[in-house]
């Protein structure tokens, strides 16, 4: 069984497996990502864009930088994702930027069969 792994935004994912052709794998958005093959690990080439988890959920979207900084100075743990610089148009270079209640929510906000790495497993 293959392993799989995800971390989110400034971070790549990782997998472990044999495979050292170039791969792509695919979230639930449709969005398509390119991996690179680095030793025994498969590394995700570019930053999480969804805005949905698995299981077809919204995570919410948090349009400025006074609702982002409420949810942190209120203790909520609603999940909640971000464009970097509040401006749609970095999307397509950066990704979205992610919560820890997003990441961390258990309906997965990684692509299928892919999760967020434990510490053992970097």
């Given at each position: ?5 995800l ?59 006074i ?38 929510d ?17």
């Open positions: 069984m293959k392993k799989k792994y971390l989110l935004t400034l971070l790549l994912a990782l997998n472990f497996q044999k495979a050292a052709q170039a791969q792509t794998v695919t979230d639930i958005d449709g969005n398509v990502y390119n991996t690179v093959t680095i030793g025994p690990q498969v590394w995700m080439q570019e930053n999480l864009k969804t805005s949905r988890y698995q299981d077809g959920s919204a995570i919410g979207e948090v349009e400025d930088s609702s982002w900084a409420n949810i942190y100075n209120t203790n909520s743990t609603t999940p909640a994702w971000c464009y970097y610089g509040s401006d749609a148009a970095n999307n397509a270079t950066y990704g979205k930027l992610y919560n820890w209640y997003a990441a961390n258990p309906r997965n906000v990684c692509p299928a069969g892919w999760h967020l790495p434990t510490g053992s497993d970097i």
